[in-house]
């Protein structure tokens, strides 16, 4: 791989990446380490990935380096640091309820089993379609929407 | 209101930054060519890594044994000069090519050892370990009789517990397996077999036979004399059946021609 294209997946890929590690970990630092190893070492071993056709595996290999760096750790989930609400004015009176609703939407968040969870993000949190979630997971998109239906239970009952 | 949530992680540092960072000098760094050389030098590097461990691994490793049978004695020359005899159905075993590192030999059975004057030179057997520095000894590790007799020099004799043993000294296993110690008057006794002359000082009845059996290479049968002590000596240049009469007859008993050697009878 030349340098060139190794920019080109690079610019194209890495922050997806370090967001889905993101979705699962819920640690912004950690999730930049793991991704920044994976292309590094995509560089160092010269690993030929093409950055059109090659995004499930990148999503593999950002997911094997993932579990053998987590193998041991028991990790707490909290995600209110990077929800944040669109239409919704956070006027300086609505601030201690949208903490409030921040917290709520994290801890369901945290509740929901891993796969469902980071399928509710890739969707809700970064607005991917069904099918792209598919293509990048590697599953099919009844498996997709099977997820979803689940995280979307899991919220209603948390939050209504 | 849950369809308007949107995940934002605060990024300490931006994708641009960490390019700049961290992968613009990564990538300058190699061009194509140089791909392969890097894939090169690590096999390199894994390959001297193992010449290494080899070149260290094989001389701690490779050993040589000397083994006799019964019937047979064998006297051996060391590395360094020191000199081994084993008496029959016996082994030793060493490491030549770490000899100068350390002198250590392991051994079953019976050996005489002359040790040259120099680094420290050990013997271990299952029943405990005996070290020198320059000495005449014998080393007898048989089942679980254990003795160390100390010809001249001074002699370390590690087991259940650790004495030193001067000239004409001898340690062995006690009843209880500790080291006992005791001066021994006709020290050249002990290591007569080395000129098939065997002596027996207080032997079980049992010790000798089995002795003799080694040393003639002859299968021996015999039940139920375990409290039978025996004190005299035979010379190899007699017949085993003339041996064998001479030792049994103070008990009252005879050898008896057998179909795979001898029985001692009543």
New interface residues.
Partial sequence: M??TE??TL??TH??AI??YI??RCSD??L??DIA?DL??KI??K?MKVDHLKDKALLYKMASDLFVSKMRRKKVELN?S????????SESPDKIVEMEQLRAK?SQSMAKMPEKTRVTF?LS???GLKYHEIAERLNIGIKAVEKRMNGA?TI??RD?L | MKEDIKINPKWSKSKEEIWSEHFETLTSKESEPLVSTVRFGRYMRYLSAAAIVLIFLIPAIYTRSLVTKKGEHLSFNLPDGSMVSLNAESKMTYKPLIWWVNRAVKMDGEAYFEVKRGAKFSVSTENGVVKVLGTKFNVFSRGEIFSVSCISGRVEVRSDGVVVLENNKRAFLGSDGKLIVEQVQEIEKIISWRTDLFYFTETPLEDVIDEISRQYNIDIEYSDINSYIYTGNFSKESSIETVLEIVTLPFGLKPEKSQKGYKIVR
Avoid: C, P
């Fill in positions: 030349t340098r190794f920019k690079f610019d890495f922050d370090r967001r993101y979705y912004s630092e999730a930049s920044q292309f590094t560089w160092e010269d995600y640091n990077s929800i944040e609400f669109e239409n919704i939407y993000l809700r949190g970064e979307l919220l209603r939050l």
